[in-house]
């Protein structure tokens, strides 16, 4: 256990207790630092934006930078309160919105569901949101963190309401499907770059993107309902919609279904570009004979 760890952990929980403004304040200020200092992984963004958006003038592409590596200090440092705040807090703050009657199924329903969570930078906000509305069982999958205080301070963050469990990624699906099977809730997030063994080609925003094929796999397995699930910033919090549940997904055709994925999440992404988590190097995996990226 490292001394960092330590301080920084007491440092997000003594600012669970600051005024929202001012902690929305102190990210931007460090968004706005990471930005000019952080060069390696704004090139990383600058190439994703230029490849996913190449008819938006550069300095539209360079405000979406700008404000990412903003949403990306502010989400961080929310964590504070939303691991560590009172409860009365962190449920004032976290509004869910959307379809009625999906908000009344994850509460009182039975049926497997997966919550399709692409990666906006309110992910973890919207996760604790609805395990705070549901007492059903859920799932979420993680990648085990490299210092093991750091691993089990977030590992309590993400469990802190509900019955949540958390399973790793070497854990394998079974356990995953089982829970679906049972009634439970999957709150996953497939949108994402593991790797050529893990993923399959399909279009992101007109680019071959290695993407994980877990969303329809997992529903299909677990005979599972999928219900998309957008987070976005507010003034006073977060807003977590729950939109309709997919009718034509799963198929049989896992490749179809997660270029529909993609498809549809272009859509999400559209609406709020600046919230989406660019600092990922989205098209690291590149399809054979094609030049890399980054």
Excluded at 2 to 22: D, E, N, T, Y
Aim: glycine residues 8%; hydrophobic residues 45%.
């Amino acid at each position: 256990m490292s001394l960092a760890s330590r301080l920084g952990i007491g440092f997000m929980r003594a600012l669970a207790h600051v005024p929202l403004r001012l902690v929305r304040g102190l990210g931007a200020a460090m968004g706005n630092l990471l930005y000019v200092l952080a060069k390696p992984r704004r090139r990383v963004v600058d190439a994703n934006l230029a490849l996913c958006f190449p008819g938006k003038p550069a300095e539209e592409r360079k405000r979406i930078a700008r404000e990412t590596f903003v949403y990306a200090a502010q989400s961080f440092l929310d964590r504070s309160w939303l691991w560590h705040a009172p409860e009365q807090v962190v449920a004032k703050r976290l509004k869910v919105v959307g379809s009625a009657s999906e908000i009344d199924a994850l509460t009182n329903g039975k049926e497997p569901t997966i919550l399709f969570a692409p990666h906006f930078y309110a992910l973890d906000a919207a996760a604790t949101a609805l395990t705070m509305r549901t007492p059903r069982p859920s799932t979420t999958i993680y990648t085990t963190q490299r210092d093991p205080m750091i691993d089990a301070w977030v590992g309590e963050g993400r469990r802190r309401f509900g019955n949540v469990t958390a399973l790793n990624r070497v854990d394998g699906i079974k356990p995953i499907v089982a829970g679906l099977r049972k009634g439970g809730v999957l709150y996953l997030l497939p949108d994402m770059d593991f790797g050529r063994d893990q993923t399959v080609f399909v279009p992101f925003y007109g680019v071959q993107a290695a993407t994980m094929p877990s969303l329809s796999r997992f529903a299909r397995l677990g005979r599972a309902r999928v219900v998309p699930v957008i987070s976005r910033f507010t003034e006073d919090g977060y807003e977590i919609e729950l939109l309709p549940a997919w009718k034509d997904f799963p198929t049989d055709d896992l490749i179809a279904d997660t270029a529909l994925m993609n498809k549809r999440l272009q859509g999400y992404i559209d609406t709020m570009p600046s919230q989406y988590y660019w600092v990922h190097r989205r098209f690291k995996t590149r399809p054979e004979g094609a030049p890399p990226v980054y």
